[in-house]
C-alpha cells in the first residue's frame, strides 16, 4: 500500500499536466484565431499571428500613374506621388523598378532607367520619375519596393461581416432551424428513453440495437435518398424537410444518451409511483422528466451545436436561396470561392461561435452529468 500510495502524488502530476497540455493545444489556435480577426487584411495574408505586436515586411508591386499625369518641371517631366496612395503608411527599405532587382536601391537613391529617365524614392514613400523628353505610353511604370509596416489592427473585419448585405437575415434562418431541430429530438427520444429503460414490450432489446446501430451509419448516404421522398411528398427545400433531417440525424444519440440516464433512476421511484396508481405517462412527466435534466441538458448543447454549424444538410435540403440561406452558407458567399480573405474567415469565425458558446456555458454544468449517467451503478 505505501508503493501504490507513494505512486499517487506523481500519477495526480501526470494528470495535471496532460489536462493542460490539451487545454493549451486548443487555446493557442483559437486565441491565434482571435488575434487575426483584429488584424489587417493584408498584413495577415504574409504574416502569422505571433508576427502581430511587431513591424512586417512586405514586397509590393506599385503601377505609378500613367504619362497622362507628367507636368513639366523646368526642363524634365515629371510624374509624382506616394507609393503607399491612401494605405495606412509605413517605410520604404529598399526599392526598383525589374523584377530581376526589386530591391536594388536604397531609399533616396537615383535609379536610371530606360529613355533616360530617373527614379526615386523616399523613405516615406514619396517617389519621382524624371525624363528629359515628354513620356508616352498608357500603362504607369512598375515599382517595386520593400516596406516595413507597423502592426495594424482594425475592426473592420467585423463590420463586414456583421453588416454585409442579409447577414441579419440569415441569422433569423439559422435559428428558425437550430431551434426545433433541437427542440424536436429531444421530445421524442425521451418518451423513446423511457419506453426502452422501464417499459415492458416484445422486440424491446432488438429495438435497442438498432438505435446503437444506427450510431454508426454516416449520415451522408441519407442525404440523396431523403432529399428526393421529401420532394416526392412536397416538404423538399423547406424548414419542415429540414428540421425532420436533423430529427432523425440526431435521434439514436438522443435515445441513447437519455436511456442510459433514466434507466439509472432509482427503481423504488418508479415502483412506488405505479403502486400509488400512477400510470406511465404521469410517471414520464411528473418524475422523470425532472430528474433528467441532466441528461436533457448535455444531449441539448451536442444537437444545438452541430446544427447550428451545419452546412451540409443545409444546403442539401435548404440550398443557396436568399431566403433561406443561413449563417454558414451565408459566410462562405462572404468569404468568396477562392477562400483567400483570410481576415474574413477568422472574423466569421468568432461570430458564428458566439451563440453556441453563450448556450455551452449555460448548460455547461449538466454535460459531465448527463454524459456519465447509466456507467455506474
Do not use: C
Request: glycine content about 8%; hydrophobic content about 50%; charged content about 15%.
Amino acid at each position: 500500500m505505501q508503493g501504490i500510495a507513494g505512486q499517487r502524488p506523481l500519477l495526480i502530476w501526470v494528470v495535471h499536466l496532460s489536462v493542460a497540455a490539451l487545454v493549451l493545444l486548443w487555446t493557442i489556435p483559437t486565441f491565434g484565431l482571435l488575434v487575426s480577426s483584429f488584424r489587417d487584411g493584408d498584413q495577415l495574408s504574409v504574416s502569422g499571428w505571433w508576427t502581430a505586436l511587431t513591424a512586417t515586411e512586405r514586397n509590393i508591386i506599385f503601377r505609378a500613374p500613367a504619362s497622362a499625369a507628367q507636368v513639366q518641371d523646368g526642363d524634365q517631366w515629371v510624374i509624382a506621388g506616394n507609393v503607399f496612395e491612401g494605405q495606412t503608411e509605413g517605410e520604404v527599405t529598399a526599392f526598383g523598378f525589374s523584377s530581376k532587382a526589386p530591391a536594388a536601391f536604397a531609399p533616396g537613391q537615383a535609379a536610371e532607367m530606360r529613355r533616360g529617365q530617373v527614379l526615386e524614392v523616399s523613405r516615406n514613400g514619396d517617389f519621382r520619375i524624371a525624363s528629359p523628353e515628354e513620356m508616352k505610353g498608357k500603362r504607369g511604370a512598375r515599382i517595386f519596393y520593400t516596406s516595413i509596416d507597423p502592426p495594424r489592427f482594425t475592426l473592420e473585419n467585423y463590420r463586414n461581416v456583421l453588416f454585409s448585405e442579409g447577414i441579419g437575415r440569415s441569422f433569423i434562418n439559422t435559428l428558425t432551424v437550430t431551434i426545433p431541430a433541437t427542440i424536436i429530438p429531444i421530445l421524442i427520444a425521451a418518451f423513446a428513453a423511457y419506453a426502452l429503460a422501464w417499459m415492458q414490450f416484445p422486440g424491446r432489446a432488438l429495438l435497442l440495437a438498432v438505435v446503437v446501430g444506427l450510431l454508426v451509419v454516416p449520415l451522408q448516404m441519407s442525404l440523396i435518398p431523403l432529399l428526393r421522398l421529401y420532394t416526392d411528398i412536397g416538404i423538399g427545400k423547406s424548414y419542415i424537410g429540414i428540421w425532420l433531417a436533423h430529427t432523425g440525424f440526431g435521434l439514436p444519440l438522443a435515445i441513447y444518451l437519455l436511456r442510459n440516464y433514466i434507466k439509472g433512476l432509482p427503481k423504488e421511484i418508479i415502483e412506488s409511483a405505479k403502486v400509488d396508481g400512477a400510470s406511465d405517462f404521469e410517471i414520464f412527466i411528473k418524475i422523470v422528466l425532472p430528474l433528467s435534466f441532466p441528461a436533457l441538458a448535455s444531449f441539448a448543447i451536442f444537437q444545438f451545436l452541430w446544427t447550428w454549424n451545419d452546412l451540409l444538410v443545409a444546403t442539401v435540403f435548404l440550398g443557396n436561396n436568399e431566403e433561406q440561406l443561413v449563417m454558414t452558407g451565408r459566410l462562405r458567399e462572404l468569404l468568396g470561392s477562392r477562400g483567400g480573405n483570410w481576415e474574413i474567415l477568422t472574423a466569421s469565425a468568432f461570430v458564428s461561435i458566439a451563440v453556441p458558446l453563450l448556450v455551452f456555458f449555460s448548460l455547461q454544468r449538466y454535460l459531465v452529468r448527463g454524459l456519465l449517467a447509466g456507467s455506474v451503478k
